[in-house]
């Protein structure tokens, strides 16, 4: 199962164009039990939401998976950071280790643009 929605950056409305951020879930191996996505702003529920100096709208995609062989769930988020603002890279890490703050076990993948080149 294929996790996504489109930051739009074009446009601005969350829609089918622009940057995304996303997931692959193999079900076969895991059971996805949750889903979601927050936008990197301090509206992190308003979609296409731009925050602190970012260049663009940026996004997080997450989901609670659990091995079908048994164990613990496991959050996994899939981001991509701005290319632009230093700000709003700091401030999306803080947002996202706030959302994963109460989770047992986590992983963060994505694009985090440490430099702008």
Do not use: C, K
């Amino acid at each position: 199962m294929w996790l996504r929605r489109r930051a739009a950056a074009e446009s601005g409305d969350g829609g089918t164009g622009g940057e995304f951020s996303g997931l692959y879930v193999r079900e076969s191996t895991v059971e996805l039990l949750a889903w979601g996505e927050m936008w990197l702003s301090p509206t992190p529920e308003l979609v296409a939401s731009r925050g602190w100096d970012a260049a663009l709208p940026r996004m997080a995609v997450w989901a609670d998976v659990q091995s079908r062989s048994g164990g613990r769930a496991l959050r996994i988020y899939g981001t991509h950071y701005d290319h632009r603002g230093a700000e709003a890279r700091l401030a999306s890490s803080h947002l996202i280790l706030s959302d994963a703050f109460n989770q047992p076990a986590v992983v963060v993948t994505g694009d985090f643009n440490a430099m702008e080149g």
